[in-house]
């Protein structure tokens, strides 16, 4: 799996999932930190998108739980967060590679992906 979004709104879930799938990225959805667990050891992801406020945990503690599965440790991470820029940088703490604010573009979201993985469709034919 290229990507694992994790994030509870199933709106956001299909949106993201529709936009990458048709950039020909695989992308695999959980809405809950135990969900994310158990499709990242079945599967590793080249890369996580994580919100920040999960039903379950929140945004750093399910990437902290994510880091510690096989093939997970140093996997690049974006956080996801509805709060204004200047408030999302502060939930970050350190773990993250950069981060999204909801709404979410689309052209930054692509640009972000493509960042850590190349674009996708390059990539299908290399």
Known sequence: MDVLLVDDNVLMQQLIARFLGELGYTVGVAGLASEALAR?????????LIDMHLPDC???DALA?????PGCAGTPA???SGLAEEDARHLLKGDFSEYLVKPIDLDT??????RYLGPAL???VA
Not at 40 to 48: K, V, Y
Not at 65 to 69: F, H, K, T, W
């Open 109 to 114: 979201l692509q640009a972000t992906v493509a």
């Open 78 to 80: 974006v956080a996801i």
């Open 40 to 48: 990242a050891r079945q599967s590793p992801p080249a890369l996580l």
């Open 122 to 124: 390059e990539r299908s």
């Open 65 to 69: 739980a994510l880091r510690r599965l």
């Open 58 to 60: 929140d945004g750093p």
